[in-house]
């Protein structure tokens, strides 16, 4: 009993002379208590987070190694997928719409796919990121929350040769280049935030319900036609116009179709829209993740 | 009341006063798990369970209230029955499982060797599966590449690194993770019978290797049902029963009143080396 009281007058001794009993351990201590459901202290989660950021990306490195990405060859395989999904949902919609397509559609067409596989790739392959990191979460302590992150990582470096794809097809089209074009940077920034957002939130999903990744398929697919890929955002019915604003990533597609086609600075309230949405869902999901994290141990 | 509080027993005992050089403080912890009953929850079986009221969360209390404190440079040797909390216990230890009650301070780097072993992925090269399971316990990439050839060299899998660990035989498996968790040098060592898995010379080898791991200052936490061990490497030792800390005191108690209890006796079985 003595013991127990001696232990919690301790803990009451200000941080500065605690700090101070530390020094000898050359810095690292690790503290748990129970927080099962709750946030584990933000500071030293993300400063832990950022030390092993390497980790991150090795494991990025890794997944697209076993992938071939580095080769030629494998760098082709991963363009194709999206370039012959453009050329069916082209078929589709020039049918659909009699041929009557605007200037540079298929540019548009492409263009969209391309960053919407960029998403759509990040959220797929992360929600099992977790549940199959299976010995390295029993095993190992650290912040869970790199493997979802890492999948968007890989989703990015798989997105960057589509885009060198898509940029001879903007030169045949006859699209304009301009410097105006660079919006496609913070135009991606933002799809990645909710991307990262999205995705840590199926993560940790996943582990509560393993169906989740057998339902995913069917929501990305409606998702995609929610979004102005097949269509442009200015072609929206009037009745519609609000499901461009619910459609987290709407506003960003709208954006970078706007930058590319017409060559000019997107929309102010695209941008925003799209930022809020992207900053929004990243602390969001992040929080989610991590409130559950502790517990993803048990139920693997 | 056979269940001492450690902190009692351990105070008189050892001259460090409490909290001096403490490496690991377990403070009054209880660990329960909620398991689902369910092969795998499913959101479609959760639906269409919502109407009946079935119970399918199942509570298992792995730790009950558990004190204890380990200091600088001390081997400490777990031993009890399956499913008596050792696993729980030292997942506690190595910040993997929250404590459900109480507090867990733990003052260095630790590097473990849990009963599931190294490596993650079964399809990526033992290779990659060290570098990440480095990096993923806190490792800096020149770190790794100094200790690497290293952590080869002790495992003698030289020709192997560059193969998937699916086509490893359980021994490799063993001994990989027991080279990476001991060439790590870790402040804090936390073993989980991961070494009874090599051969006769694997497990020679790996015993020198703990017994010089033991000899210098670092904290060592092993969990071990091979008695003899516990006996020869570790310099003070708990048995922990159904989820309590039952006994703290040197080694050779803990084994004597261990294998009384178990009334299995000292005999080659349980006192086999690792
Ligand atoms: N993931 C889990 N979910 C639910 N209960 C668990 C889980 N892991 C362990 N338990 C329960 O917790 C208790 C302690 O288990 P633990 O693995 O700590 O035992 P142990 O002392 O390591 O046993 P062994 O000697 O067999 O390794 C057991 O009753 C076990 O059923
Ligand atoms: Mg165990």
Redesign the pocket.
């Known amino acids: 009993m003595t013991t127990e009281i001696e232990t919690t007058a301790r803990d009451i001794v200000p941080p500065g002379e605690g700090e101070e009993r530390h020094v000898e351990w050359e810095g690292e201590q690790h503290v748990y208590e129970p927080h099962r459901v709750g946030i584990p202290p933000l500071g030293p989660y993300v400063r832990e987070l950022w030390r092993r950021r390497e980790f991150a990306f090795e494991l990025s490195r890794t997944t697209l190694r076993a992938q071939h990405f580095e080769t030629a060859f494998g760098q082709l395989w991963l363009v194709l997928n999206p370039l012959l999904l453009a050329f069916v949902y082209f078929l589709l919609v020039d049918i659909l719409r009699h041929g009557h397509r605007p200037h540079g559609f298929f540019a548009h067409l492409v263009g969209g796919i391309f960053v919407y596989y960029f998403f759509s790739g990040a959220v797929r392959e992360s929600v099992k990121s977790v549940t199959g990191g299976g010995r390295l979460v029993l095993n190992t302590a650290f912040p869970r929350i790199l493997l979802p992150l890492s999948t968007v990582i890989t989703a990015f470096k798989r997105f960057v040769p589509t885009f060198f794809i898509y940029i001879p097809i903007h030169l045949i089209s006859g699209l304009p280049v301009t410097l105006a074009d660079l919006w496609v940077i913070p135009i991606v920034l933002t799809i990645a935030m909710t991307a990262a957002g999205v995705s840590m939130f199926v993560a940790a999903l996943q582990v509560y319900f393993r169906d989740v990744k057998s339902f995913l398929p069917y929501v990305l697919r409606i998702w995609m036609y929610a979004s102005p890929i097949l269509y442009y955002a200015n072609e929206i019915p009037n009745h519609w116009n609000w499901l461009l604003k619910a459609n987290p990533i709407g506003s960003p597609l709208a954006a970078w179709s706007e930058v590319l086609q017409k060559g000019h600075a997107p929309p102010p309230v695209d941008m925003l829209v799209g930022l809020a949405w992207g900053a929004g869902l990243l602390v969001t999901g992040a929080l989610f993740f991590m409130s559950r994290e502790r517990d993803f141990?048990?139920?693997l | 009341m056979i269940s001492l509080s450690v902190s009692e027993t351990a105070s008189p005992a050892t001259p460090h006063a409490p909290g001096a050089d403490t490496t690991i403080r377990v403070e009054d912890v209880s660990?329960t798990?909620?398991?689902s009953l369910e092969r795998k929850p499913t959101f479609k079986s959760t639906l269409l369970r919502l109407g009946r009221r079935e119970r399918v969360v199942?509570e298992?209390e792995?730790?009950k209230n558990v004190s204890l404190e380990v200091h600088q440079g001390s081997v400490l040797g777990i031993v009890?029955?399956?499913?008596?909390?050792?696993?729980?216990?030292?997942?506690t230890m190595a910040g993997i499982l929250p404590p459900s009650v109480g507090r867990v301070e733990v003052h260095g780097r630790v590097s473990t060797l849990l009963?599931l072993g190294v490596g993650f992925n079964r399809d990526l090269s033992g290779r990659e599966n060290v570098i990440l399971g480095g990096l993923a316990a806190g490792l800096s990439r020149e770190q790794l590449h100094a200790k690497y050839d290293e952590i080869v060299e002790f495992a003698e899998l030289e020709d192997f690194m560059d193969m998937p660990m699916r086509t490893y035989s359980s021994g490799m498996y063993g001994r990989l993770g027991f080279s990476v968790a001991v060439n790590m040098d870790p402040d804090i060592l936390l073993i989980?019978?991961a070494l009874s898995v090599g051969d006769a010379k694997f497990r020679k080898k790996s015993f020198e290797k703990m017994r010089e791991l033991c000899a210098q200052a670092r904290t060592i936490v092993l969990?071990s049902?091979a008695l003899g061990s516990i006996e020869q490497l570790c310099d003070t030792a708990i048995w922990?029963h159904k989820?309590e800390l039952r006994m703290q005191s040197d080694p050779e108690s803990i084994v004597h009143a261990y294998t009384k209890f178990l009334d299995v006796g000292e005999d080659a079985f349980t006192m086999e080396d690792l």
């Open positions: 141990a048990v139920r | 660990v798990y909620r398991t199942r298992v792995a730790l009890g029955a399956n499913g008596a909390g050792k696993s729980t216990l030292v997942r009963a989980d019978e969990v049902h922990m989820g």
